[in-house]
């Protein structure tokens, strides 16, 4: 079921990447059809168009279309907005903090040594 997902995820992002190469395959195996109904210069066998007339126009159709739904798809993404109340008022609590007892400790972390016995450099092959 996985794979099944996977593949229709990877046809559905890559298909229209093809879409343009598709369009270009249908103007060459039909050229000669769109030359001879399609295309808007038909009339002037000069101008050597043999239908890219209507090959520039039916890609620049695609590319319109390609990037309205692109910008629709970034209008259409929900806009998750972060906020916060304003403070309408702050102030410091003093605290009143008497020690029961002073306290004494017996040791100072100055005067303290790391066991030298673990930093052994490793024996020489």
């Given at each position: 079921?996985?794979t099944?997902i996977?593949?229709?995820?990877l046809?559905t992002?890559?298909l229209?990447?093809f879409?343009q190469w ?5 103007y060459?195996?039909?050229k000669?059809?769109i030359t001879?109904v399609?295309c808007?210069?038909r ?9 890219k ?11 319109e ?5 692109t910008?629709d798809?970034?209008q ?7 906020f916060?109340?304003p403070?309408t ?5 003093t605290?009143?903090?008497?020690p029961?007892?002073?306290h ?9 040594q790391?066991p ?7 024996p020489?092959?």
């Amino acid at each position: 079921m996985r794979t099944i997902i996977v593949y229709i995820w990877l046809i559905t992002t890559i298909l229209p990447t093809f879409s343009q190469w598709g369009t270009i395959a249908y103007y060459q195996i039909n050229k000669a059809y769109i030359t001879r109904v399609l295309c808007e210069n038909r009339d002037r066998p000069q101008l050597n168009c043999n239908g890219k007339c209507y090959l520039a126009k039916k890609l620049k159709e695609q590319q319109e279309k390609q990037d309205k739904q692109t910008s629709d798809r970034v209008q259409n993404i929900p806009v998750i907005q972060l906020f916060s109340s304003p403070i309408t008022s702050f102030e410091f609590l003093t605290a009143h903090y008497a020690p029961s007892q002073e306290h004494n400790f017996p040791y100072h972390l100055a005067s303290y040594q790391a066991p030298l016995s673990i930093l052994v450099p490793p024996p020489c092959a």
